[in-house]
């Protein structure tokens, strides 16, 4: 395979374009994203112009000079290409660790969201002591969902770039803070039955004398500001977990890209060269475990 000049350039150029594009692409569901482009963009600038004829989906050759640490020799940069490789490497951990606690956070935003149905059903006859322990109950267990998530939320090659994760946390947070829960009835949100989100900690706290302050001088009127609130949130909670929403399709664009790389990794190493192992912190290693196990069970 013979390669100019011309060709180390754009070479240079897909392993920079590759790394900013690939995680943008996840980021916006309604672009597919396709490795093959990076491996065929590259082969396309080869000065014969015709696409290596062992593989025409993918454009990468069956046939490469790979020597014994790993480097393409027939590439005039095989150093350049092994990088390539190594990052691609790292991403063949990275998007399944990612589909792993994607997985436990919309497992957690479904429970979250059966729990505020079930404190929905309230009415003024409820049970002062009853609405109470199952509103402290709800916060406790968003709390306990921001907790396990808020790390991953800070790590970019978990879900700090991941727009389903955000927007869950997002919208959540948005429920609980609405001025709008129990308008109707005079009430202006749950802050004033004592339920806020702590602006420093951003976790939910209930103040249970302002609940109970307010529950005896208007039981219809707080009641049916808790039922608001309650279905309000179930609902949002449900949007995001729905099928063909935020959840769902970060997961297919996912399953996308970590299929090809299952499929083509042994082709993208002859052509680029074998790359480094991935670095993998202990919390990527984690989350790369369960995914994998996950897969066995589905198997």
Same mark, same amino acid.
């Given at each position: ?17 590759? %790394? ?10 309604? =672009? ?16 014969? !112009? ?8 993918? !454009? ?6 790979? &020597?014994?640490? !790993? ?14 490789? $190594? ?32 404190? $929905? %059903? ?6 002062? @002591?009853?609405? %109470? ?9 968003? /709390? ?6 808020? @790390? ?7 879900? @700090? ?13 948005? $429920? ?12 202006? !949100? ?11 900690? &951003?976790?939910? =706290? ?5 609940? $109970? ?31 063909? /929403? ?6 297919? &664009? ?28 202990? %919390? ?16």
């Amino acid at each position: 395979m013979s390669i100019n000049t011309h060709d180390l350039k754009q070479l240079a150029q897909q392993i920079a374009l590759f %790394k900013t594009q690939t995680v943008s692409a996840l980021a916006k569901p309604q =672009q597919a994203f396709d490795i093959a482009s990076l491996a065929s963009g590259y082969l396309a600038t080869q000065q014969s !112009g015709q696409v290596a004829a062992s593989n025409t989906t993918t !454009g990468i050759s069956a046939t490469s000079t790979i &020597n014994s640490i !790993g480097r393409n020799l027939a590439l005039p940069d095989p150093e350049s290409a092994y990088q390539m490789m $190594s990052y691609i490497n790292q991403l063949g951990v990275i998007y399944p660790a990612q589909s792993a606690r994607l997985s436990d956070m919309q497992t957690g935003v479904d429970e979250l969201a059966q729990a505020a149905t079930s404190l $929905s %059903k309230i009415d003024a006859t409820a049970d002062f @002591a009853s609405v %109470k322990t199952q509103l402290q109950n709800l916060a406790d267990q968003y /709390n306990q969902w921001r907790r396990n998530f808020d @790390a991953d939320l800070q790590d970019p090659e978990i879900l @700090a770039s991941t727009q389903a994760a955000q927007v869950a946390r997002y919208e959540l947070a948005q $429920s609980i803070a609405s001025p709008f829960h129990g308008a109707q009835q005079g009430i202006q !949100g749950m802050a004033v039955l004592g339920l806020t989100i702590d602006p420093v900690t &951003n976790m939910a =706290q209930l103040d249970t004398q302002k609940l $109970s302050a307010l529950w005896q001088q208007q039981p219809a009127a707080a009641a049916a500001a808790v039922s608001d609130f309650a279905s309000h949130f179930a609902h949002s909670a449900t949007l995001l977990t729905e099928q063909n /929403n935020f959840f769902a399709k970060q997961q297919a &664009n996912l399953a996308k890209v970590i299929n090809y790389m299952d499929s083509n990794k042994t082709k993208l190493q002859q052509e680029f060269g074998l790359g480094d192992p991935p670095q993998v912190s202990a %919390k990527l290693a984690q989350a790369f475990a369960d995914y994998q196990r996950r897969q066995q069970h589905t198997q």
